[in-house]
């Protein structure tokens, strides 16, 4: 494999410079590298509702260019994450499903919009501060597991264009979190202990209810059990998602044990929430219906006769034993050598083979196991998503 350093030697970089602890040593060894490392930090979400970090980011990333010795550019795609993420987002959680939008974000504003924009600035190559590696094997730009299981985030990458690729470094793909702490402390990087980022892809970590709220009008219908019975009431199908637990409202009924009732379906055209008690066999799925694949090198060989592949249906999952086969309208059968739990529509089914991120697709059914209903529900179509 390429020496990190022979890829960006004496090359001008771009940095996604968020203001966190990751693009910050991603930045520093690039400069230790010998780049000619320039940042670029960006404001995507301009809503001041006293959850947005956008203001507290850009002074990060200015106090850590600073402590490198680096050019820090600022760039503003609020127009276009709402364009081409949020709504999506938000027309998937309309429809009663569960939508992932650091994949979108991934592709449409960090490799797409961001990547467009670095090259203004003379840019060669695109870098990161993701916990994965580019690597070049067979001659194609090919995504691999990063290194930190834990962390690795080649699962969001999945659907980042080959071409891409190509023009992208990842300087932590190599490193787990720990010791990418370790550097920024010793190097005295002002965000060595900041806490990473989480909830919402730039949008920050904030009431989840009350978010949507603003943007979707609550639609309240019955929770169902399994046998039909009506136990209560939901706030909104879009609230809730497949394997959940916490917060509906019906324990300590006196026609029920007191074992706990989970979210097993959504019933969309009835507005129905179905739920089940103590067992979660109605949540196990034996096999998944994908559409709108993604292969970053091409479909895998052998996928017309069915390709023996690994899978995740979410972040950090162990990586599953699946066959994968085309199916109608352009889509794909993946069918699982143990069942899974929770298979949910709106998130995204990513394949494997070793430590190679293949690609991957948006989950569109689940097949349960028999006697069980699936879980159904059409994917809309995103309001002005770019390929």
């Known amino acids: 494999m390429t020496n990190f350093a022979d890829k960006v030697a004496g090359r001008r970089v771009v940095l996604g410079m968020s203001g966190g602890v990751d693009s910050a040593v991603a930045g520093l060894l690039l400069k230790r590298a010998g780049a000619d490392v320039h940042a670029l930090h960006m404001t995507n979400w301009e809503d001041d509702d006293g959850y947005c970090t956008a203001a507290e980011d850009l002074q990060d990333a200015r106090q850590v260019c600073e402590r490198l010795g680096i050019p820090l550019h600022h760039v503003n795609f609020a127009r276009e994450y709402r364009d081409r993420v949020f709504e999506y987002f938000l027309a998937e959680y309309r429809a009663g499903r569960t939508p992932n ?61 080959a071409e891409a690729l190509a023009e992208t470094v990842f300087p932590l793909g190599d490193l787990t979190k720990d010791q990418v702490r370790r550097i920024a402390r010793d190097s005295g990087i002002p965000v060595h202990g900041k806490k990473d980022s989480t909830g919402i892809c ?38 809730y998602t497949l394997g959940q637990r916490q917060g509906l409202g019906i324990g300590g009924r006196r026609d029920a044990d007191d074992a706990p009732w989970y979210v097993v ?10 739920v089940d008690q103590g067992s979660t066999a109605r949540l196990m799925s034996t096999a998944l219906e994908a559409g709108s694949p993604s292969w970053i090198n091409g479909p895998p060989a ?13 972040y950090r999952q162990a990586d599953q034993p699946c066959r994968v086969t085309p199916a109608g309208d352009g889509g794909i059968h993946v069918t699982f050598a143990t069942p899974q739990r929770a298979v949910t529509p709106g998130q995204f089914v990513v394949f494997y083979t070793g430590e190679r991120c293949l690609g991957g697709a948006v989950i569109e059914r689940a097949i349960r196991l028999p006697a069980t209903a699936g879980t159904t529900g059409k994917r809309p179509e995103p309001a002005t998503a770019a390929g």
């Open 202 to 239: 730039f949008i920050g970590e904030r009431p989840f209810r009350e978010f949507l709220e603003t943007y979707l009008p609550a639609n309240p219908g019955p929770i169902r059990a399994a046998d039909g019975r009506t136990l209560g009431e939901h706030a909104g199908l879009m609230y």
């Open 265 to 274: 379906d959504k019933d969309v055209a009835a507005n129905a929430l179905i």
């Open 302 to 314: 052998g996928l017309g006769r069915g390709a023996d592949l690994t899978a995740k249906v979410r």
């Open 101 to 161: 939008p650091d994949v979108l974000c991934n592709r449409e504003i960090k490799f797409g919009s961001f990547r467009e924009y670095a090259k203004r600035l003379g840019g060669e190559l695109l870098a990161t501060g993701h916990y994965a590696r580019r690597e070049t094997l067979g001659g194609e730009p090919t995504l691999l597991k990063g290194i930190d299981p834990g962390k690795d985030q080649s699962y969001f990458l999945h659907a980042v264009s």
